[in-house]
């Protein structure tokens, strides 16, 4: 069975303050992929980012980075220099190969809160 | 560009009652997925359809229904409506590109009453 897990429930910073979610998964899969995804206070799902589990290599996408590391089953998610834009709630999640059905499985949350 | 479209937006019903949500996937995609986000919780995913088939199904209660249809729009059936139902229904879909992310719908948010 796959399993999510952000341990962080509630995280508040001040403005311009960086931000980093944890996120630690649990998969028998060799191939399998991992996401980010935040739901703002409207509702919608927004997709962040998205990495293979055969490509370890960390990236940064303007104010997001990931931090990959299979051999620790963790996949953590940075906002640099926050703004009160970025208050949201954002999940982590995992899915399987297409093949094996792709359905995403997701942690419970990490609420952000940026203050001004 | 066209995002996933769900229908209605926002749903009131009392128990026992029938719903119907909608879900019309982005041009050309062939896969859509129902997962339902009851309050303060995560999205958990109830069943998904590909090329009209069903692709794969969570835990969705036998009181729910759904179906692919022919132009790739989906519909969700709930009957018997009760109270824990009520809950933020999103709808999602996919290419069949093997790498390709799930873009969600704006859901729909039902409330039992």
């Known amino acids: 069975a796959q399993k999510v897990t952000q341990a962080q429930t509630e995280i508040s910073v001040v403005e311009k303050e960086d931000v980093t979610l944890d996120c630690v998964y649990e998969t028998r899969d060799t191939t399998y992929y991992l996401f980010w995804y935040k739901q703002p206070p409207s509702g919608e799902l927004v997709f962040l980012i998205r990495r293979n589990s055969f490509d370890e290599q960390n990236e940064i996408s303007g104010r997001y980075s990931w931090n990959f590391q299979k051999s620790t089953s963790s996949f953590n998610f940075t906002i640099t220099a926050s703004q009160v834009v970025d208050s949201a709630v954002y999940f982590c999640?995992?899915?399987?190969?297409?093949?094996?059905?792709?359905?995403?499985?997701f942690g419970g949350g990490t609420r952000v809160l940026v203050k001004p | 560009a066209a995002g996933v479209i769900q229908s209605p937006r926002h749903l009131i019903k009392e128990k026992r009652e029938t719903a119907t949500l909608k879900c019309y996937p982005i041009p050309r995609h062939d896969t859509v997925y129902w997962y339902q986000q009851g309050p303060g919780q995560d999205p958990q995913f109830l069943i998904s359809f590909y090329e009209k088939m069903q692709s794969d199904k969570g835990s969705i209660p036998d009181r729910f229904s759904a179906q692919q249809f022919s132009d790739y729009h989906s519909e969700l059936n709930m009957s018997s409506l009760e109270l824990g139902d009520s809950a933020l229904y999103f709808c999602a879909s996919s290419s069949d590109r093997e790498f390709d992310e799930q873009y969600f719908g704006p859901g729909t948010r039902l409330t039992v009453t």
């Open positions: 999640a995992l899915s399987r190969t297409k093949a094996a059905g792709n359905k995403l499985t």
